[in-house]
């Protein structure tokens, strides 16, 4: 299994924690693909804690964490 956590506004519409089977994605790419999540959405992609490229393998047990850009004021 792959432990999926959704941050911020990329929560709206979809849950926050997923629990996929590993052998869904090979990347983070199918991750945010799967999820309908534009790239541009993704400022922040983390796997195991770890700054991660979408182009980053993913396996079993992986945690990953997606946070979109955040503004303020």
Do not use: W
């Not at 997923?18 to 869904?24: D, F, G, L, S, V």
């Not at 199918?30 to 999820?35: F, G, Q, S, T, V």
């Amino acid at each position: 299994m792959i432990e999926i956590r959704l941050f911020a506004t990329l929560r709206q519409g979809r849950e926050k924690i997923y629990h996929e089977p590993a052998e869904k994605f090979q990347t983070g790419r199918d991750i945010i693909e799967y999820y309908q999540i534009s790239q541009n959405d993704v400022s922040i992609f983390l796997i195991n804690g770890i700054h991660s490229k979408l182009e980053d393998a993913v396996k079993a047990e992986d945690v990953i964490a997606i946070f979109p850009p955040v503004g303020g004021g």
